[in-house]
């Protein structure tokens, strides 16, 4: 008889201690205002802007030069979906310390811009930081940078396959860059006077899918864009992704080498600097694996 009433009070103790979950939730529901409760707790989305948006500079992560010091990889992402926007590298556009001018870019095109360029840092860098200040259309954004290990990247080998990025060159036997640090040349111009743009490209064409097989609508091995970065003026494109033309390859997991061509038009005298970037079948920003593209830049002294 004892134990029979022992083994009740047991089982009735295990059933309130499930029910207090249950209670519990039951209450939170009950202190959720209904309206929530019938949106599923979603949380409403920033609405689109074609103008008038922020722009946030991303820090992509950082990698380690050969020299021992340290890269750290950057892009932007510019809320407004028609409008680009040129914020002069000062009080509203600063990397510091050691800025404001950091090689950042003064003109923000629409979207995510994945890692255009790279500052470098010292190897006794340590824990310190730097931040990246944009102030447009009347919204500050400031975005830390450090050399925290969770932020770590590898953007010159694709671990899975040893995919790397392509080769830039801006003359057929000149120097040669690969990876985000990319290369810059000089160049001068006329206003109003096309400028011959032309880089040689050469890549691994290695594939990285989850099948392992190519997809069915591949692309071509290495795509070529180019945008302004700097500069006081407009500058117009004949085609800013011009086709690399094949020179060998062009299948996948054959070398691939290419020519692309196009010329760039300056409506104003100054200084200018144009982006390109090369990427690989990986796609722009690795699809977000930081790897693999290369950089280059070609910097116009525009005369009158």
């Not at 977000?288 to 280059?296: A, L, M, S």
């Amino acid at each position: 008889m004892g134990n029979g009433t022992q083994e009740a009070q047991k089982t009735t103790q295990k059933a309130h201690k499930s029910l207090v979950p249950l209670v519990f939730f039951l209450c939170l529901l009950c202190s959720v205002p209904a309206s929530v409760g019938l949106r599923a707790q979603t949380l409403p989305l920033e609405p689109v802007h074609e103008t008038g948006a922020s722009i946030t500079g991303a820090f992509e992560g950082w990698f380690k030069n050969a020299d021992g010091s340290f890269s750290l990889l950057l892009g932007y992402f510019n809320r407004n979906t028609k409008q680009e926007v040129d914020v002069p590298v000062g009080p509203d556009n600063r990397i510091e310390p050691g800025g404001p001018d950091q090689g950042q870019p003064t003109h923000f095109l629409t979207g995510r811009q994945w890692g255009m360029f790279t500052v470098k840092v010292p190897a006794d860098f340590g824990t310190k930081k730097l931040t990246w200040t944009i102030a447009a259309n009347g919204q500050t954004m400031i975005i830390p940078m450090s050399l925290h290990p969770d932020y770590e990247i590898s953007p010159l080998v694709e671990a899975a396959v040893g995919n790397t990025p392509p080769i830039l060159r801006f003359e057929e036997d000149g120097a040669a860059a690969q990876g985000p640090v990319g290369m810059a040349v000089p160049h001068t111009a006329k206003v109003g006077t096309p400028v011959p743009l032309t880089v040689w490209v050469r890549d691994d064409a290695k594939l990285t899918t989850s099948s392992g097989a190519p997809p069915r609508n591949l692309g071509a091995p290495v795509t070529v864009r180019w945008t302004k970065f700097r500069g006081p003026g407009a500058v117009t494109f004949a085609n800013p992704r011009p086709e690399a033309e094949k020179l060998a390859g062009g299948n996948p997991g054959v070398p691939f080498s290419g020519k692309a061509a196009t010329t760039a038009t300056f409506s104003s005298p100054g200084e200018y600097v144009l982006h390109v970037v090369l990427n690989d079948y990986s796609g722009e920003g690795g699809q977000g694996f930081q790897c693999c593209w290369t950089n280059g830049e070609v910097r116009v002294t525009v005369a009158p």
